[in-house]
């Protein structure tokens, strides 16, 4: 009997060996194992045993099914790999084919820059607030301790409606609705459209974008004002930005400033970007007149603030390094597609 | 305002620095300086040198040989220019030297021009001798210079020494922009001033004494201010014997730095002390004031003026006018008059230094058109003490430079001067406004730099009068932040009570619109706000529409710029046609952008500022890609229920078959559809474009972020599928409502998989197919469920002609 298990057994090893396709090693398993295979057979052989040697016999025929099994079990698994194998082969693609792209459109460059700013402020806590683009004189130049007859108002070449409403020339008009709201602390930003009778060219457009900030507190000094506005600038335009602020006028802020940003291009050294003075002019800011406080019913012995303005455009500009602002304007979807 | 460094160095004599340190250091103190040009840039090696013989060239007759005397040795120039003889002495630049530019004057090279030793037609050159223009110079600055040639010094110079130092040109001319709160540097002594204190230097301005002549002024003139609102101060002084002749080469020079044009000495010293004491200054020959009396007053509406540029002014009754006993003599701070004008036969001139309402004189100037360098600086609101001590500066230089003799006095009328400001000194206010911890006592070392008066008394500072724009504590603590240095300032942030950072929900959702359309492919375009009032016959607006109630703007840029937007559609359909005539193939834009809804005309409240969401494009796409455009938006902003679509949208500029009203809720939200041909044409767009506008307040009561979880279904669905012949005019959105309306709670979806037009359907009907879903939240639905629900759903539609196809 033992003879003939090992029979078995090298017949069905010998199958498997020649075994070329998964169906004849099925075969094999069938023939060998199945129901009518060859070892179910033997099986059947067992009454005819004695029945001390039959534990023994079971086993020896239980350890050749085992080791046919295992043998089977490996051959399939190699002959499955080799199939994949065959079919991957098949399947191989040019990847550099075209892609299938969705077209996704594109974010203005302005509004990139916007939510860029956006996104700085509100991590340190400013809620972003909207304002009227058609104004009150109050708003856009009373308020801002700009009366009728100061100088200022015709710098700003505004846009005049009837009566006393206007084109709002600045952001700075919605500094003067919070802060009539009459809700303290302030931390806002506003950005917006303005306007200005600036004919248009490479550098001017008479409809463009601000960002306000403004912040009121007890205790707010210059020195916050620097600190914050350094921290936004490092956010905006990297890590190793440096600022410097000069001192300059705007008749709702004293004192008042200019802040530059170390060039992004060249690190400060001088390039022609910044047409070789290593810094560029980024926005007017200072501490909020006590009169504009005053004004809006804020008590300035209680309170102080600093006000900041930005020019978006001239962020937008400037960091994708655009030099003609008409492309903002003009819709062309080759310029959109470039952001 | 441009000054040359030298005249600065004048009055801040231990100033030592470079130039760019200059510059930095006055900018950080709040004097801007814009830039600055190097008189002498690529000015190298040149002399002066003294021609001693000239010879004519052997082979050209148009050129000569010198010998010229450089003091080291005699060396052998060859020339062309037309104007030097024997004895002249001309700056002569040295081989291996450079000049700045060539003898034409046109625009001077970066790097100058280098020159060397060589032959000219065979004969040896060893240098060249100097134009003006080749100075990088021209004769507005050294009027002196002959219109063709080389520069022949009239004065006595040394051979041998350098002829750029002779020329005045070893200096600096730097660029600043003042800022409007700071009249007082508008001249050089107030920027000379805040230099000395920028460096911390003395500062010693010019000592003013004039030598009189003893005659009384009151002999030749009086003056009589009718409206002293307009004219707070007006000096008057009287210069005798006046000998017109040119002014010395020092005036002259600091003059061209500053960019005026050196004429004669009367006029470069009034110019002069205008530069100086940014006081504006008038001279009149005495002899054309009639009365030997100034008045001053308004004109009268309508009157006409002839100024000394030789036009007629337009005159009204807010103009301020300087007469005489008889008629008007000139335009108060703005330009004299030519009845009054100074000729080369002067004997006698009054000097006027007034100060003005600045707004008056502002507003004067634009109404009559004429905005002068005076004007400029009157306009700005001049401290009435500065005429006094300009107008005395003005009699001191006429005695000096030997033009004329002063007559004893001044007549001077003026009202109340203003007082002095006065405020305590509070060096913690200070402090904590800057967030520093300057010492008081460099507090009040800085306040005596800038003529900041400290009364230890008193505790109080007073402020001196030429700064008007120190009015209050925060105007003092900016001074002590300008010369701490607001580099020395610390920086930190805010503390106090933490606010948190938001984004309000009108926001977030233009957000949601703007990733939902750029995902969509639509880029994000920019349009202005005003446009020209012809686009709404470009969009075939009714003679009626509203939407032409427009604002318009009083003083516009021009009429395409004139009114605001009521419609956001021209801006887009520009921009496509932009994008189309560009030949750009597949174009998607999208703008959020307000439009102007005005309450009543003309405005006397505030518009409706309403944001419109529009969507535009052209070339792969159809209406129904627009559709989906919109409901992809609204299902981001939570709009899950039914979007109704209106084709009776009424909008003129979109095809009258292909446009719908976008209504949710029974609200109007927008609209969209397929461009009217006509309205294509307008545009020069010969392709179909699509476009859709939402109101974006109309669509924000109905958006929402709050989303909630609703289960996944347990029970199978089962899915009927109909399939119809439909008279041609019943849109699917018909069919749809009935399958709403008759679906029971069990309907679950339904879904539009086929429409035909064609062969096989009779003419006037078309064949469409739905696929109708059901489901229960809570069993496994039953045919008799189905079948009853599908019943109803077909009796409704039979009732509107529809046949089922089996």
């Given at each position: 009997m033992k003879e003939r298990l090992e029979q078995i057994k090298a017949e069905a090893l010998k199958?498997?060996?020649?075994?070329?396709?998964?169906e004849k090693l099925n075969e094999v398993r069938v023939n060998f194992l199945g129901k009518k295979g060859e070892l179910t057979a033997v099986m059947k052989g067992m009454k005819d045993i004695a029945p001390e040697d039959r534990p023994k016999f079971g086993q020896l025929v239980n350890e050749t099914r085992a080791e046919i099994e295992r043998v089977l079990e490996t051959s399939v698994k190699k002959m499955e790999r080799s199939v994949r194998e065959a079919k991957l082969k098949k399947e191989v693609i040019d990847v550099t084919l075209p892609a299938k792209k969705n077209n996704v459109g594109h974010r203005h460059p302005n509004t990139i820059a916007l939510e860029e700013v956006e996104r700085i402020f509100i991590g340190m806590g400013y809620e972003v607030v909207e304002g009227p683009e058609v104004e009150r004189d109050y708003y856009n130049f009373e308020a801002l301790n700009i009366p009728a007859d100061h100088p200022a108002k015709d710098e700003q070449d505004t846009f005049y409606i009837s009566g006393d409403i206007l084109l709002r020339t600045q952001t700075s008009s919605t500094q003067v609705h919070e802060m009539e709201k009459g809700k303290l602390p302030i931390r806002m930003i506003a950005p917006g459209r303005v306007f200005r009778s600036d004919e248009v060219d490479a550098t001017h457009s008479p409809s463009f974008h601000q960002i306000e900030g403004l912040v009121i507190d007890r205790n707010i000094t210059f020195a916050d004002l620097k600190g914050t506005l350094a921290q936004f600038a490092k956010e905006l335009f990297g890590e190793d930005t440096k600022v410097k602020f000069r001192p300059h006028h705007f008749p709702f802020t004293e004192p008042s400033a200019e802040m530059d940003v170390t060039c992004f291009k060249c690190g400060g050294t001088g390039c022609r970007f910044c047409k070789g003075e290593g810094w560029i002019e980024i926005l007017g800011c200072g501490m909020v007149h006590p009169h504009v406080l005053e004004m809006?019913?804020?008590?300035?012995?209680?309170?102080?603030?600093?006000?900041?303005?930005v020019g978006l455009e001239r962020i937008a500009l400037l960091k994708y390094e655009i030099d003609d602002m008409r492309l903002l304007y003009e819709n062309d979807i080759r310029f959109l597609k470039q952001f | 305002m441009n000054t040359a460094l030298s005249w600065i160095k004048a009055y801040v004599p231990d100033l030592k620095c470079t130039d760019q340190e200059y510059m930095d250091a006055m900018t950080l103190s709040g004097t801007k300086v814009e830039g600055y040009r190097r008189l002498d840039k690529?000015?190298?090696?040149?002399?002066?040198?003294?021609?001693?013989?000239?010879?004519?060239?052997?082979d050209a007759d148009k050129l000569i040989v010198c010998q010229v005397n450089i003091g080291s040795e005699v060396i052998q120039i060859v020339t062309g220019a037309p104007n030097v003889k024997e004895g002249d002495k001309v700056p002569v630049v040295l081989d291996g030297g450079k000049v700045a530019g060539g003898h034409d004057g046109g625009p001077l090279p970066e790097d100058g021009i280098a020159i060397k030793a060589g032959k000219l037609r065979g004969v040896e050159s060893n240098g060249m001798m100097c134009s003006i223009e080749e100075l990088g110079s021209d004769r507005n600055m050294y009027p002196e210079a002959p219109e063709m040639g080389i520069y022949v010094f009239k004065e006595d110079v040394e051979i041998g020494s350098d002829a750029i130092e002779a020329l005045g040109m070893r200096d600096t001319v730097f660029e600043y922009e003042v800022t409007s709160n700071r009249v007082d540097c508008y001249s050089v002594i107030g920027i000379a001033r805040e230099a000395a204190a920028t460096f911390r230097k003395p500062f010693c301005p010019p000592k003013v004494e004039v030598k009189e002549n003893g005659e009384k002024v009151e002999d030749y003139i009086s003056v009589e201010v009718q409206d002293k609102e307009l004219c707070p101060r007006y000096c008057a002084r009287v210069c005798t014997n006046i000998k017109i002749g040119p002014s010395p080469k020092w005036m002259q020079r600091r003059l061209a730095a500053s960019g005026i044009r050196p004429i004669n000495n009367l006029v470069d010293i009034t110019n002069y002390v205008m530069e100086e004491y940014g006081q504006p200054m008038h001279a009149f020959d005495l002899d054309t004031i009639a009365g030997h009396k100034i008045i001053v007053r308004r004109a009268k509406d309508g009157d006409v003026f002839r100024t000394l540029d030789g036009q007629d002014r337009k005159l009204d009754a807010d103009v301020l006018m300087i007469c005489d006993a008889e008629k008007e003599v000139g335009i108060a701070g703005i330009m004299g008059g030519e009845n009054s004008m100074i000729t080369d036969d002067v004997k006698t001139v009054l000097f006027e230094a007034a100060t003005f309402n600045g707004a008056n004189i502002r507003k004067s100037a634009k109404r009559i058109g004429l905005r002068t360098d005076a004007s400029g600086k009157f306009e700005?609101?001049?401290?009435?003490?500065?005429?006094?001590?300009?107008?005395?500066?003005?009699?001191?230089?006429?005695?000096e430079l030997g033009c004329g003799e002063v007559v004893s006095g001044m007549a001077d009328v003026h009202g109340d001067m203003k007082e002095k400001?006065?405020?305590?000194?509070?060096?913690?206010?200070?402090?904590?406004?800057?967030?520093?911890?300057?010492?008081?006592?460099?507090?009040?070392?800085?306040?005596?730099?800038?003529?900041?008066?400290?009364?230890?008394?008193?505790?109080?500072l007073t402020m001196p009068t030429f700064r008007q724009d120190l009015l209050r504590q925060c105007d003092i603590a900016e001074e002590v932040a300008r010369f701490y240095g607001y580099d020395k300032i610390p920086t930190t942030l805010p503390s106090g009570e933490a606010t948190a950072g938001k984004l309000p929900f009108k926001l977030r959702i233009e957000q949601k619109a703007r990733d939902i359309a750029e995902y969509c492919g639509f880029s994000q375009g920019m349009c202005y706000s005003f446009e020209s009032p012809k686009v709404f016959d470009k969009l075939l607006l009714d003679a009626d529409d509203p939407a032409r109630r427009a604002i318009t703007i009083a003083n516009p840029l021009g009429e395409d710029f004139s009114i605001m937007r009521t419609l956001p559609l021209n801006g887009m359909l520009t921009s496509l046609a932009t994008n189309y005539n560009r030949r750009n193939k597949e174009v998607r834009l999208y703008e959020l952008g307000n439009v102007y809804i005005p309450k009543a005309l003309p405005l006397t409240e505030l518009p409706d500022e309403r944001m419109q969401f529009t969507l535009g494009m052209y070339g792969n796409c159809d209406f129904f890609t627009m559709k989906g455009v919109v409901e992809e938006f609204f299902d981001s902003i939570g709009m899950k229920k039914k979007i109704t679509?209106?084709?009776?949208?009424?909008?003129?500029?979109?095809?009258?078959?292909?446009?719908?009203?976008?209504i949710y809720e029974g609200t109007l939200l927008g609209c969209l559809g397929e461009v009217h041909p006509e309205v294509c044409d307008n545009y020069n767009m010969k392709t179909r474009a699509y476009v859709a506008v939402l109101d974006m307040p109309s669509v924000l009561p109905y958006a929402t972020f709050e989303r909630k979880y609703e289960g996944i279904a347990k029970y199978p669905a089962v899915s009927r599928?109909?399939?119809?012949?439909?008279?041609?005019?019943?849109?699917?959105?018909?069919?749809?409502?009935?399958?709403?309306?008759?679906?029971?709670?069990?309907?679950e979806d339904y879904s539009l998989f086929d429409i035909y037009e064609g062969d096989q359907i009779r003419e006037g009907y078309k064949s469409v197919?739905?696929?109708?879903?059901?489901?229960?939240?809570?069993r496994t639905l039953e045919e008799a469920d189905i079948s009853g629900a599908m019943r109803k759903i077909l009796n409704g539609l039979e009732g509107m002609g529809i046949e089922l196809r089996s």
């Open positions: 199958q498997i060996e020649a075994s070329d396709a998964l809006s019913g804020i008590d300035p012995e209680q309170y102080t603030g600093f006000a900041f303005g | 690529n000015l190298e090696k040149i002399v002066v040198g003294q021609i001693e013989k000239i010879e004519k060239h052997p700005k609101g001049l401290d009435p003490h500065n005429a006094e001590e300009a107008i005395n500066r003005a009699c001191q230089l006429i005695e400001v006065v405020l305590p000194f509070e060096p913690d206010r200070y402090n904590k406004l800057l967030g520093t911890d300057v010492s008081k006592a460099e507090m009040l070392d800085i306040f005596k730099m800038i003529e900041v008066d400290y009364d230890p008394a008193a505790n109080t679509y209106d084709p009776k949208a009424g909008r003129n500029y979109l095809h009258p078959g292909r446009q719908a009203a976008i599928d109909i399939s119809m012949v439909v008279p041609k005019d019943i849109m699917v959105g018909q069919i749809e409502a009935v399958i709403e309306q008759r679906g029971g709670k069990i309907l197919a739905y696929s109708i879903t059901f489901r229960a939240k809570d």
